[in-house]
Antibody, heavy 121, light 110 residues
Framework: EVQLVQSGAEVKKPGESLRISCKGS????????IAWVRQMPGKGLEWVGI????????RYSPSFQGQVTISVDKSISAAYLQWSSLKASDTAMYYC??????????????WGKGTTVTVSS | EIVLTQSPGTLSLSPGERATLSCRAS???????LGWYQQKPGQAPRLLIY???SRATGIPDRFSGSGSGTDFTLTISRLEPEDFAVYYC???????????FGQGTKLEIK
């Protein structure tokens, strides 16, 4: 079974750093892009960025460029989304999702359950 | 930058009725790169339709997608209680990569 398992909920203070994870299983992790998608409370879906674990090719939404860093450790089939200095406006649910192809012109067919990030003083 | 606008914002129907959800793109897009997702409260989105009209694995045949150019439609032929959720359309065919989502249509029980 193809699965993406995300790390648990986080509560942080403004200015703190954070890295959340997404571990893939049941498929060739290095052969499919992983996307990160943000959903702020009560709002819709926003694309953050994508990474290809095979060669770490990374692309960011212009809205998130410079605000977050996406990385991967293919030895453990994990992708990461990290912040160096969190803001209250980063409070949201963050999903990882798989694009089942080497091409990034693809839909997101499998999703993780999401990681809730709460940033509050 | 492609913008997707979904209508209506909220659709109130009864089980057994037919639902028609609309997604309009700000410019013509290839149907190959248009998808639909369902999201229930407290759950992750689930892929329903890709390539405008192909059902994803395990999706019941009461869900169907159609459209071309700037206008796309998700139809649920006969609503089941579990179909009441929020539905998002998505375009995934831009270069550089850009994954536009519509703002969502909430399908609620009347």
């Amino acid at each position: 079974e193809v699965q993406l398992v995300q790390s648990g909920a986080e509560v942080k203070k403004p200015g703190e750093s954070l890295r959340i994870s997404c571990k893939g299983s049941g498929y060739s992790f290095t052969s499919c892009w992983i996307a990160w998608v943000r959903q702020m409370p009560g709002k819709g879906l926003e694309w953050v960025g994508i990474i290809y674990p095979g060669d770490s090719d990374t692309r960011y939404s212009p809205s998130f460029q410079g605000q977050v860093t996406i990385s991967v450790d293919k030895s453990i089939s994990a992708a990461y989304l990290q912040w160096s200095s969190l803001k209250a406006s980063d409070t949201a649910m963050y999903y990882c999702a798989r694009l089942p192809s080497r091409s990034y012109y693809f839909y997101m067919d499998v999703w993780g359950k999401g990681t809730t990030v709460t940033v509050s003083s | 930058e492609i913008v997707l606008t979904q209508s209506p914002g909220t659709l109130s129907l009864s089980p057994g009725e037919r639902a028609t959800l609309s997604c309009r793109a700000s410019q013509s897009v290839s149907a190959n790169y248009l998808g639909w997702y369902q999201q229930k409260p407290g759950q992750a989105p689930r892929l329903l339709i890709y390539g405008a009209s192909s059902r994803a694995t395990g999706i019941p045949d009461r869900f169907s997608g159609s459209g071309s150019g700037t206008d796309f439609t998700l139809t649920i032929s006969r609503l089941e209680p579990e179909d009441f959720a929020v539905y998002y359309c998505q375009h995934y065919g831009s270069s550089p990569p850009w994954y536009a989502f519509g703002q969502g249509t909430k399908l609620e029980i009347k």
